[in-house]
Structures are given as structure tokens and as C-alpha cells.
């Protein structure tokens, strides 16, 4: 029988996630769905692939399960799933330089990949005595999204050509938003700190197909080709390969979204930049979450919308704020109330006091903030969006 106490948090769970249309912080269970396509002659190749691969795979801390499965209509089609203890070890993984690695033998057989993520929300069957475990491992309530998928990239420039690249890059010709039928580019927003970019993307239908078509528009590969020179790390477009792993490695996953009740169409758009201490990047992410959903239910809060993109030690949080930044506490928009959790977490706390203990918590903060805060290259919408 289910109790007033549990009713009560079931009801603040969906509310919650009213606000929430994305997050990996929630402790559910996580299924991947990696569909293949293999190249016609190469499935043994690709089998021995796989099997080297799962041993190794099995051993990553998180890793449940996993099943490979051949179409028995097309040989060249093949599915891999896996269970994973929840999202976040997963995410750590699979953005690791150990992940780029263990796939390579992969490649040579594959000609396309595309991988989707879910939480488990409901199953059936099952051990009777694992019922009240595997309830707490599942999604509590459905999220509520607002049809919008939200991706990013990052890289490196060589110090040094910050100004070029910046000019380079606010300097083109917006690709066409529209895609095909379902799918469009809604907006792009890129920033910078220093010698570091961040391409952040909203997309309404395929994120993939978007992203393809993006790097398809003869506007964006010359700005790609332009900024090549001045990147730290080599890469070569006509070589696939060389795109890939670069790509790979640039991806930023949002790993966190959530939107305020308010809205405002003349908020404005900031990014912050958290240098997470070594290994404590996910935690960074997942307090900022929490204290973003925390925000989201204060009226008084002038944060409308956050998205949070993690990988490995690069944090990046595209907030929208009422009346700009001018207007708001800077403890409210850093997102971290507690100076003591900014120094264990970050390394902001050192540079705004360079270790010096004489800094009042408001003056730290705020030269946290002003630290964390990227300078905006370039914001557009589509027309429509």
C-alpha cells in the first residue's frame, strides 16, 4: 500500500519535472541503443571487433550488461544494447581517450553508427525480491520536455590567435535552419575564454541529421578550413578518420536542462566557464543541477533557463537571465551559493584570490563570476524559432 508520504513525493516528483526536460542526474538506470551499419563483407570483422571490445567494456565501473543483435532482414544492419547502473558513469566513460581507443578496430568496418540513451522508466519481470531495488533504480516520473535537443562542442585554439579565430568565426553566413520535414536548426550560440571555443546548438527533430547538415553548408566548411591553421589540436577535414576522432573528442553533452515556469523573450544569453578540479568534473555538474532545479521553483530567481555541458574536467552552463546580468546577484547567477564548495570543486576560487584568504565570500563570488564568465562570438536564432 502505498503511503501519504509516498504519494506526497511522487507528486513533487512530477512537478519537478515539469521544469526538468532534461537530466542525467536522477539515478535511473540507463539503456544505450547503438545502431550499426556494417559494411557488406565485413561482419566476421566486425563480430571479432565486438568481442575483443565487451571484454574490456565489461570491466568500466557502472556496466550492467549487453546484448549484440543482427537484423534478420539486412546482415549489414546490427543492434548493440547495454544497461548501465545509471547515466553518469556511462557519460564518463564513453567521453574518455580511453573510449576513443577501445573503438578503433570498430571503424574499419562500420560505415555508420548512431547511439541513443534512456532512462528505464517502467519494466516488467524480474526477481520478485529485487522489486523494491530495481524501483528505486528507475525513473520516477516522465520528463517533460519542450522539443528542443541541445548539444555543444569545444576545442582549443593555439594562444595567441584568439582575436583571428573569434573574427573567423562570428563572420559567416548562417547555414539554412531548415533540414527536412521534421528536423531544424533553431539556434546557435558560441563563446569563448580565452583560447577555449564552445559551439553550442539548439535543434528541434534529429540532432545527427542536423549536425550533418551543418557540416555540409559551404559557408560553415570554410569557416571550419579557416580556423585550422590556428588549432591546437591537427585535424583534416577530407580525411574521415581525422574529423572523427576530433569531433569525438570536441563533443560537450548537455547533461542537465531546465526551464523556469517565467518566460521572457528579451532574456539574455551568458555562458560560464567551471574549470573542474581533476576528476570532479561530473560532481560539478550534478551540484550545479541541483541548484538550477532549486532555482527554477524561486520566482525571485532571475535564471529562466539553464543548460549544463559536461566532459571530464570542462564544465560550460548557457544560462538566460531577466533583465542581464546587471540585474542579478552574482551568487545567483555563478549557481554556487557555498565559496567553500567553488575552491573544493573548481580552481575559480584560486585565481579570484590568488590563494589569499583576506577576500570577503561576496567580493570571492563575484570575482568567480567575473572569471567564469565566456565572451560571446556570436547568438543567432532561425527566423521562426
Known amino acids: 500500500m502505498t503511503t501519504t508520504s ?24 540507463l539503456r544505450v541503443v547503438l545502431l550499426v551499419d556494417v559494411h557488406d563483407g565485413a561482419q566476421q570483422e566486425f563480430l571479432e571487433a565486438y568481442e575483443q571490445l565487451c571484454h574490456q567494456v565489461a570491466s568500466v565501473p557502472g556496466h550492467v550488461s549487453d546484448q549484440l543483435c543482427q537484423s534478420i532482414e539486412n546482415p549489414s544492419q546490427w543492434l548493440i544494447t547495454s544497461e548501465w ?30 547511439s541513443l540513451r534512456f532512462h528505464v522508466v517502467r519494466e516488467t519481470g524480474g526477481p520478485a525480491n529485487d522489486a523494491g531495488q530495481a524501483e528505486r533504480r528507475l525513473q520516477t516520473a516522465p520528463r ?25 568565426l562570428a563572420d559567416y ?20 575564454h580565452g583560447n577555449r571555443v564552445v559551439r553550442a546548438v539548439e535543434v528541434r527533430g534529429d540532432l545527427l541529421a542536423a549536425l550533418r547538415h551543418v557540416a555540409r553548408q559551404p559557408e560553415v566548411r570554410a569557416v571550419e578550413e579557416a580556423i585550422n591553421p590556428h588549432l591546437e589540436q591537427d585535424r583534416d577535414l577530407n580525411d574521415p578518420e581525422s574529423a572523427r ?28 566557464y567551471y574549470p573542474a578540479r581533476p576528476e570532479l568534473g561530473m560532481k560539478l555538474a550534478e551540484l550545479l543541477a541541483r541548484q538550477d532545479e532549486a532555482a527554477a521553483d524561486d520566482p525571485r530567481s ?6 549544463i555541458f559536461q566532459r571530464d574536467d570542462v564544465v560550460v552552463r548557457l544560462i538566460d537571465v531577466h533583465g542581464g546580468l546587471e540585474a542579478a546577484e ?41 572569471l567564469a564568465r565566456m565572451d560571446l562570438v556570436t547568438d543567432r536564432r532561425s527566423p521562426d524559432a
Open 6 to 29: 509516498e504519494r506526497v513525493a511522487g507528486s513533487r516528483a512530477r512537478q519537478a519535472s515539469h521544469h526538468v526536460s532534461q537530466s542525467v542526474f536522477d539515478g535511473s538506470r
Open 85 to 114: 547502473e545509471s547515466a553518469p558513469p556511462f557519460l564518463a566513460w564513453v567521453n574518455s581517450e580511453e573510449h576513443v581507443r577501445m573503438v578503433e578496430p570498430l571503424h574499419s568496418c562500420v560505415r555508420d553508427t548512431r
Open 144 to 168: 517533460v520536455g519542450d522539443g528542443l535537443i541541445r548539444h555543444a562542442l569545444t576545442f582549443t585554439v593555439k594562444p595567441g590567435s584568439e582575436e583571428i579565430v573569434a573574427k573567423i
Open 173 to 192: 553566413a548562417s547555414p539554412e535552419p531548415k533540414v527536412d520535414d521534421t528536423t531544424r536548426l533553431c539556434r546557435t550560440s558560441l563563446f569563448m
Open 245 to 272: 576522432v576530433f569531433f569525438t573528442r570536441a563533443a560537450l553533452p548537455a547533461v542537465h536542462h531546465v526551464t523556469a515556469g517565467r518566460q521572457d523573450s528579451r532574456a539574455e544569453r551568458y555562458a560560464l
Open 302 to 307: 532571475p535564471i529562466l533557463r539553464s543548460t
Open 330 to 370: 552574482p551568487v545567483q547567477v555563478l549557481g554556487l551559493s557555498d565559496a567553500a564548495r567553488v575552491a573544493e570543486l573548481t580552481t575559480l576560487l584560486d585565481e579570484a584570490t590568488g590563494r589569499s584568504a583576506s577576500a570577503s565570500k561576496d567580493d570571492s563570488l563575484a570575482r568567480c563570476l567575473e
